[in-house]
């Protein structure tokens, strides 16, 4: 185990379709590098994890949104899939949580279509993001300054194309999440 961050403590929020792999690997990456982390969701119990095609692992809830406060955690990943992050911006409690990680300064990285909470949390305006290509316009349209790259870091916000860039997602969430706070302008 490497102990870059160690003593962290990440949220992981995700809701049932979540892209397995883009939960799977970050989460041990971080655990490699000595975090703890939680699995945030509106599920009770569980939650079902999305493997290309077909339903995945089930993943064990470790706490309910409703229970669920920015301040117990150091930095939050959301992972992609496309049924995983159009139903969490759907849900007002869920949008709450990813922006006052924003608001606090704390790091957020998001894969695939994980930005799609971003949109809605109100919080890629002139910011330099990826995404999956098919974000690409909703996030210009939301004021996001889009490019085509494996991994993008602004201010904290680490955001990620698809599963063939998570070592490079990996690598640079655990360096932000080591810098620790980033001073944000609110607008």
């Not at 655990?31 to 982390?37: D, V």
């Not at 969701?41 to 089930?58: A, F, L, R």
Request: hydrophobic share 40%; charged share 30%; glycine share 6%.
């Amino acid at each position: 185990m490497d102990d870059k961050i160690k003593g962290k403590k990440i949220a992981i929020l995700v809701e049932n379709g979540f892209e397995q792999v883009e939960l799977l690997e970050p989460k041990l990456a971080l655990q490699n590098s000595g975090a703890e982390t939680e699995v945030i969701s509106p599920q009770i119990d569980i939650v079902k994890g999305w493997d290309h095609t077909k339903w995945g692992v089930e993943m064990k809830v470790d706490k309910h949104i409703n229970d669920a406060n920015e301040s117990d955690y150091d930095a939050l990943l959301l992972p992609g899939g496309v049924m995983n992050p159009d139903k969490l911006r759907m849900n007002q409690k869920a949008v709450e949580f990813i922006r006052s990680f924003y608001e606090s300064g704390k790091p957020i990285a998001a894969i695939c279509h994980g930005p799609w909470t971003l949109i809605e949390a109100g919080i890629v305006e002139n910011k330099k993001m990826t995404s999956y290509p098919s974000l690409k316009t909703d996030l210009i349209n939301a004021g996001a300054r889009w490019v085509d790259e494996p991994v993008v870091v602004d201010n904290g916000i680490i955001t990620s194309r698809k599963p063939d860039d998570i070592p490079k997602f990996d690598e640079k969430m655990i360096e932000e999440i080591k810098k620790g706070v980033h001073e944000r302008v609110m607008r």
